[in-house]
């Protein structure tokens, strides 16, 4: 294989990971939503208050911002790898904010 083609293959592996972050992000984005919601649901009936509503919040703006970035990587030739290194450290931290959540609720559960 000549390095342009490893180049090539490279690039194409790097544009499905980043279509895979953009429609992953975009449904993140109901799931944060609904977990707002399902949250609030739950303080108002059991009276225990937490902060993971907030926190789902700004993760829903982690992973809108998932998707924009990883669209305009779709968009442009400028500054690509680090727009897509970019869109992985995003989608990357908007998951972790989803874990520490999740642990949250099952704290606040328990």
Not at 27 to 48: D, Y
Request: hydrophobic share 50%; proline share 1%.
């Amino acid at each position: 294989m000549t390095p342009q083609q490893r180049e090539q293959q490279h690039e194409q592996r790097e544009q499905a990971l980043t279509m895979q972050v953009f429609s992953i992000s975009a449904g993140m984005v109901g799931v944060c939503l609904t977990g707002i919601g399902l949250l609030r649901l739950l303080a108002s009936h059991s009276h225990v208050e937490t902060l993971g509503d907030d926190i789902l919040a700004a993760d829903s703006v982690l992973f809108m911002l998932a998707c924009v970035l990883s669209f305009w990587s779709f968009k442009t030739d400028r500054h690509l790898k680090a727009l897509r290194r970019a869109v992985d450290t995003v989608f990357l931290a908007a998951l972790g904010c989803m874990v520490l959540v999740c642990a949250m609720i099952a704290y606040a559960l328990v």
